[in-house]
């Protein structure tokens, strides 16, 4: 089970926790993220560059993932971070001017998912093998910030 699996209602988590459980280095350690209140059950992060391997394996609760890059960051979503979560239904990761890498599994299991948008303006996206298998109704999309300008 992922990190979150058992929290129905997290609104607000230390970050410094976050990283002895598979989270790398933060900008600020007090950043609150929010997770699974009554009316959206999604996760928002400001800078998190790093989704470890199980990091969020198993979490049911989570529907929605929306991630903004810092500018010249590379985001790392590892194998398997995102790994049968049952619910999740849309994914948008935003990059500014860094990388975007998405390794191999790691949205796989995911029979909900709908909708990937990831945005890019400068370096494309390095994607692994088969990040979506298992994702029957997955429309993935990449793109410039502004549009999305490119299917897979």
């Not at 997290?10 to 950043?31: M, S």
């Not at 239904?89 to 948008?117: H, M, Q, W």
Request: proline share 5%; hydrophobic share 35%; aromatic share 12%.
């Amino acid at each position: 089970m992922g990190l979150f699996s058992k929290k129905p209602r997290l609104e607000k988590i230390d970050i410094e926790r976050l990283l002895k459980h598979g989270f790398i280095a933060t900008g600020n350690k007090r950043a609150p993220v929010r997770y699974a209140d009554e009316e959206y059950r999604g996760l928002t992060l400001n800078y998190m560059p790093h989704f470890l391997k199980g990091c969020f394996t198993g979490c049911q609760r989570l529907e929605n993932l929306l991630y903004g890059c810092k500018e010249r960051e590379t985001v790392t979503i590892h194998a398997g971070a995102f790994d049968s979560c049952a619910n999740l239904k849309t994914i948008e990761i935003r990059s500014f001017s860094g990388g975007i890498v998405v390794e191999d599994g790691a949205f796989c299991n995911c029979p909900l998912l709908e909708k990937v948008y990831i945005s890019y303006q400068f370096m494309r996206p390095i994607i692994g093998n088969e990040p979506f298998s298992n994702c029957p109704n997955a429309k993935i999309v990449f793109g410039s910030a502004s549009t999305y300008t490119h299917g897979w």
